[in-house]
């Protein structure tokens, strides 16, 4: 990291380089417009981690049909084939999954958001839909990525299959992203109500992802573990495709298929941090008191494999490397992209402004020692253990045309207002403001943020793109930026915005592998 932000003292003083504002490389990824290109990145990651491709490289038959392969390991069928799954990818999975095994599927169970069947079909993704006559049972639930009634049912129907398996079974479990909302089943005498209600305080706290899970899998019959022990003594593949920062399988949906590692000890530590354990319901008290005597202790779950067959990463590989045919240096910053949306947003205003300093004519950047320190303060604030920080500064320094900045990841919202939006959106809309107060230098500068399922927060968008004129024009429009952050109202103003053509609309995409961030900086 020291070595990266040494690169920052060179910025300055690096002269600008005569091919910068008019060669070939420049004029050709100025061929389309930056929001095009943005739109166009977008959408190219999101294909690179669609369902199908990914179970298809994963699984296969043996020729006789008598072994299913999973990469490097063989299991046998004989009529012994069951799967169960839930998140927003697994309807496309289960068709995928469905058309490979054919016969050899006994019966399926899976629970998926509400709506999604139906926007698959509008959108034509035929591909992404069950056949005629399938013999998965499918539940639709869990509106807004929130657990309900629906979603419940079909997590007490996952339960009753995984536990009338025998030793000669076989489950086949797909998870994605969404997973948790989609299979809650509170150990009683817990309520889904109360379960959701303090689930709700903890995130509007800002509760990390692994604390909100940590406490879900203290409460749930099917989560830490919970599925794979149902599904005893029947053997059990997961096949994950991730929405958590560096892929840990305890993690993802909640760790059904993987043994918590987390003790009641760990409940209350995280309840103590966000001062919700004197508030707790009586029911909570008795789950956790109830587990910390439990003298079986922790289950373990050795007859499971899990495998996670698509991530963060491998969309941004695609996306990197689209931007490149488009005429970018492009480097991916991080797959691992989390901490308070704020200071997120100041790591992407200070680099678009270290690339406007790099960009301004020789003796007219002055000194970036306050830019340096900054640098300091936020990496270490954020924590991302692979920031690409030196690459990134480097391909500034070196750079014979546009640059394209990557990452992904899934930062997070504290509420402090009861405005509409999401993560993406109010990422967005903070980078707007502070690219607006900082010093760019003769570079137009584009940030997008984009959550890969297709749904920011409970809005019909994926996300927003802008640029650095946007709090000047908001203010034209009679929109105060600031306003707007105070409440969390970020989908409101980019609906009022330009009348909308600043949100990303891409309808649910079938796949979800967290957010992806891309930061564009073109010379004029």
Known sequence: MAAGLQVLARLARVPLCPLLLGSPVARLASGMALAEQARQLFESAVGAVLPGPMLHRTLSLDPGGRQLKVRDRSFQLRQNLYLVGFGKAVLGMAAAAEELLGQHLVQGVISVPRGISAAMERAGK?????????????????????????????????????????????????????????????????TLEEKQTLTKLLAARGATIQELNTIRKALSQLKGGGLAQAAYPAQVVSLILSDVVGDPVEVIASGPTVASIHSVQDCLHILNRYGLRAALPRSVKTVLARADSDPHGPHTCGHVLNVVIGSNALALAEAQRQAKALGYRAVVLSAAMQGDVGSVAQLYGLLAQVAGAHLTLPGAGASVEEEDEQFHELVAELQLPDLQLREALEAVVGAEGPVCLLAGGEPTVQLQGSGMGGRNQELALRVGAELGRRPLGPVDVLFLSGGTDGQDGPTE????????????????????????????????????????????????????????????????
Do not use: Y
């Open 126 to 190: 035929q591909e992404m839909l069950l056949k005629p006559h399938s013999r998965v049972q499918v539940f639709e639930g869990a509106e807004d990525n929130l657990p309900d009634r629906d979603a419940l049912q079909a997590a007490l129907a996952i339960r009753q299959l995984a536990e009338g398996l025998t030793a000669d079974d076989l489950l086949l479990v797909l998870i994605s992203g969404g997973g948790s909302a989609l299979l809650p089943a509170p150990i009683p005498p817990v």
């Open 461 to 524: 968008a994926a996300g927003a793109w802008v640029m650095s004129d946007l709090a000047g024009q908001a203010t034209a429009e009679g929109l105060d930026v600031a306003t707007f952050l105070a409440h969390n109202d970020s989908h409101t103003f980019f609906r009022c915005f330009h009348g909308g053509a600043h949100l990303l609309c891409t309808g649910l995409t079938g796949t979800n592998v967290m957010d992806v961030h891309l930061l564009f900086l073109q010379p004029r």
